[in-house]
């Protein structure tokens, strides 16, 4: 099975996430329409603006069929302003910006600084084994409170920069950028064989998916 990644493609760092999979031998389509989304088997948000790509998910029309996808359980993996997107909360963010509440963190819009502040670090991730990977910063999200389903997959500064919540990943940094393709050759295993789809956000009775029930 040769996997189909959408890769929402509205603003900000798309290119480098559809090369990255494309090198690991996926198949990555560019996300901006709603038709664009029919037979992906993955989706990822990538780091920009997510003030823009909030007002872009909905004038495209894409807001609510992402919504829909999430909620039956379609892989995620968020980066930076998509992590932002998936939270479940956002404290900083602009009064008319909407997320999906996919995964049960609250995170802060540019709490590690303006651009100019945007640093690089090693980060400890057992899951991908002993050695560090290389995380860059650019004004990204800090997590502030992490519900008890969500995995934390590695810190930084006692905060939680890569975490998983059933189908669902985050990241605080740029994956993409960093020339390491473990991040994104994981979330393909994760797409080939979810491990936890029961423990997803969406999977629980919030509001959104209770209208779907009745
Ligand atoms: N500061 C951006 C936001 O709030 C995120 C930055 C990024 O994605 N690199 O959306």
Redesign the pocket.
């Known amino acids: 099975m040769r996997p189909r990644i959408g890769v929402l493609a509205l603003q900000?760092?798309f290119a480098a996430h559809a090369r990255a999979f494309t090198e690991l031998g996926a198949e990555a389509v560019e996300v901006r329409r709603p038709d664009q989304l029919e037979g992906v088997d993955g989706l990822v948000m990538?780091?920009?603006?997510?003030?823009t790509?909030s007002m872009l998910l909905e004038s495209s029309g894409l807001f609510d069929p992402i919504a829909k996808r999430l909620a039956d359980g379609l892989p995620v993996l968020g980066?930076?302003?998509?992590m932002?997107l998936l939270a479940a909360e956002v404290v900083d963010?602009r009064p008319d910006q909407r997320s999906f509440g996919a995964i049960d963190l609250t995170v802060r819009?540019?709490a590690y600084g303006r651009q100019v502040d945007s640093f690089e670090t090693d980060l400890d991730v057992p899951e991908l084994g002993p050695a560090p990977f290389h995380a860059v910063f650019?004004?990204?999200?800090r997590v502030d409170r992490a519900g008890p389903d969500v995995e934390v997959l590695a810190s930084w500064d006692d905060r939680p920069v890569l975490a998983r919540q059933g189908t669902v990943t985050v990241a605080a940094f740029?994956p993409e950028l960093s020339g390491d393709p473990r991040i994104h050759s994981r979330f393909l295993e994760e797409v080939i064989a979810p491990r936890n789809p029961e423990k997803r956000l969406s999977a629980m009775p919030l509001a959104s998916s209770r209208e779907e029930v009745v």
Request: aromatic share 0%; charged share 15%; hydrophobic share 25%.
């Open positions: 900000g760092a990538p780091g920009g603006e997510s003030t790509m980066t930076c302003a998509g932002i963010g819009r540019n650019i004004r990204a999200p740029h």
